[in-house]
């Protein structure tokens, strides 16, 4: 594995101390402020205000492993990156993929800022990759630059070269690189089929999609959403559709009388709803009445087969307006107690059902995009669960 360069060192002074402890109340907190403290053989006051404590512990000495005891306490409240995936159309081989990602994984961490770590897995390559992000002035010194990690697998298929990686920035990046460097070796442009409805404005279509992606889980059937954002397509969106419309057509459209709960909703245009059987409740059936459309949403399935387990999904679209990047996160499991109740707190998602999981959804997510852009039409109406998840 090649070595990631590091940034410029420098000595942090109090005032990034100060600052790094006050930015982080929550993951520092005050008694923690007096621990770090009594680890230097110096007893405080809890008399002190929690600012006075602070400004007294930035003026100690820190180096480099006391700075890293400080990154380890923030380290933990670090958002998990959901999970994005494309399918890449190309007639490259398997030999030549592999020398292509070797070749832009080595051009790419020349500029000292990404260090890969490659290894291959039966059919599939994964790539491992260590980058530091660029300085973010809106952030205290000590944070500006910070090491991040992310994952990129890439598993060539009978429809197309199957690539599953973080949901940021950074690994579009590099996806975008090994793309282009496969359309150089072949001459031929790769498409990106991409999992989004940048096309389709009808909230009962984007509605859909997310319907039909929780009932679609292989071999497993939907007990309970937990958590519903819900948008509205951006005025603006609408105003250059009806400009649209009207250059077409100057047949007036009918339109119904507004009402109270009309008049109420304008100006409104994202909701969220957080509980159980929420595609139930009265104030989810409004919104969607009102042309809002599901954006976001945390499920839980029971499978069918195997041993006893509920799984719990989450999805959305990193851009509601447009339904474009979509992403999900396997948040945990349930698991069947003794008395053969669900257990009440989830388990994380083992690294054995990972890839399994994330293969469920995927499967289910391309399903419902073809019947979001299909004919097909998919009932919105309430659903009922036929039992509490984790109950």
Known sequence: MTSLTKSSLYYADDKDIYDFLLNHRREVPFNALLEIARSRGILLSQSDSHEEIASYI??????????????????TADRIEKTSSIILTSTVSHSQLTAIIDQTSKKRQLGGNEAYRITQGGNTTTIEVTYSELPDPSKNRLEQRRERKLSISITPQDDGIHVRH????????????????????????????????SGIKSPDSRTGFFLTLMRSITDCRLVDVTHVSVDRISEESDDEESTQQSDDSHTPQPTRPRTRRDRKMTGLVRSWLKGNALLQTRHYQDLIKEDFFISHAIWVVEREKGPARQIIFEAEFGNPNAATGFRYHLKGTFEKKRDGQW????????????????????MAARKALQAATSDTTVAIEAFVPPAAAGG
């Open 166 to 197: 973080d949901a940021n920035k950074r690994a579009d990046e590099i996806i975008t690189s090994i793309t282009s460097a496969i359309e150089n070796k072949t001459g031929q442009p790769v498409e990106k089929a991409l999992i989004e409805l």
């Open 343 to 362: 257990r009440t707190t989830s388990s994380p998602v083992s690294d054995s059902d990972r890839s399994e999981f994330s293969g469920l959804i995927e």
């Open 58 to 75: 930035s003026s100690l000495t820190f180096d480099w492993p006391h700075l890293s005891q400080l990154y380890e306490r923030v380290q």
